[in-house]
């Protein structure tokens, strides 16, 4: 009685076509470069999960399960350029090219909800995740790879004050991979003298998570108090590198940031 598996799958995807011109007009030569990017993707995640509720007792139910998320992504590019108004658009064989990416999320989670007398309970648990990604481009530029492993608990306490009121303490930690936009290194250009290439080494952010949660019911009003507190490490940040000539810049990305956010969330309902 009670016990409950479920089997889940889902798959999606997204075709994109988009394309970007940059036209220039100036007295000096590099300014009267023309430039169109053209990139076709194609994005496919499957997502697959199994998850199993246990109850031990009345005081104790067990949850575990384990998910995979694998995405796949294509990313064929061209890039043309004219040096001038009058010349015709030529293939920029160094900006052309087929980049193929793969992301692997793999996880498994076990946690116990118990109940400690009447009016006290706890729910802790933890999360494992292992990530692997790769990419390469179909022309001899080099293929890359990365992996990380990741440890989350969690915790939350909840305390009954009366029939109507409780008060919830909780810990959570959690992660914020880079996205494929912070990972491709393949040379994006905004302008002649503006590049922006990403960095295929990046860590996930990692995020932790304190929250107070206070809710009552009085004469048929619900209200609902919260204040948190979000730290999160090695921040994505973009990372400038300026030319010696002073004019032309690169732009990557790196862990480097650190953030606190701290909020509160109220909110009530009525008949």
């Known amino acids: 009685k009670?016990?409950?598996l479920v089997f889940a799958f889902q798959l999606s995807g997204q075709n994109t076509l988009t394309e970007n011109e940059?036209?220039?007009?100036g007295d000096i030569e590099r300014y009267q470069r023309d430039l169109i990017n053209e990139n076709d993707g194609l994005n496919l995640e499957y997502t697959g999960q199994v998850d199993y509720v246990h109850p031990v007792n009345d005081k104790l139910k067990i949850e575990t399960g384990v998910k995979a998320v694998l995405?796949?992504?294509d990313s064929d590019y061209l890039t043309r350029v004219r040096e001038?108004?009058?010349?015709?658009?030529?293939t920029d064989t160094r900006l052309?090219?087929?980049?193929?990416?793969?992301?692997?999320?793999?996880?498994?989670?076990?946690?116990?909800?118990?109940g400690l007398g009447d009016n006290w309970g706890v729910q802790a648990?933890?999360?494992?995740?292992?990530t692997t990604i790769g990419g390469e481009f179909v022309s001899e530029n080099p293929e890359f790879n990365n992996e990380y492993n990741n440890f989350l608990p969690s915790i939350i306490v909840n305390r009954k004050l009366n029939q109507f009121s409780n008060l919830k303490a909780s810990?959570?930690?959690?992660?914020?991979?880079?996205?494929?936009?912070?990972?491709?290194p393949f040379t994006a250009i905004a302008d002649p003298n503006t590049l922006q290439l990403g960095n295929p080494d990046l860590e996930p952010e990692l995020v932790d998570q304190y929250e107070i949660t206070y809710n009552t019911y009085v004469k048929g009003?619900?209200?609902?108090?919260?204040?948190?507190?979000?730290?999160?490490?090695d921040l994505i940040e973009p990372f400038l590198n300026l030319a010696e000539d002073g004019i032309s810049s690169t732009t990557t990305f790196l862990n480097i940031g650190e953030s606190d956010t701290y909020g509160t969330n109220v909110f009530t309902t009525f008949k």
């Open 22 to 25: 940059v036209d220039q007009t």
């Open 171 to 184: 810990y959570t930690q959690r992660i914020q991979r880079p996205s494929l936009s912070f990972i491709n």
């Open 84 to 90: 001038n108004d009058g010349a015709e658009f030529e």
């Open 2 to 4: 009670d016990r409950e």
């Open 96 to 114: 052309t090219d087929l980049f193929q990416y793969d992301q692997d999320v793999t996880a498994a989670y076990l946690s116990a909800n118990i």
């Open 125 to 130: 648990g933890a999360r494992y995740e292992r």
């Open 221 to 233: 009003i619900v209200i609902n108090a919260s204040i948190y507190l979000r730290r999160t490490s």
């Open 71 to 73: 995405r796949r992504i």
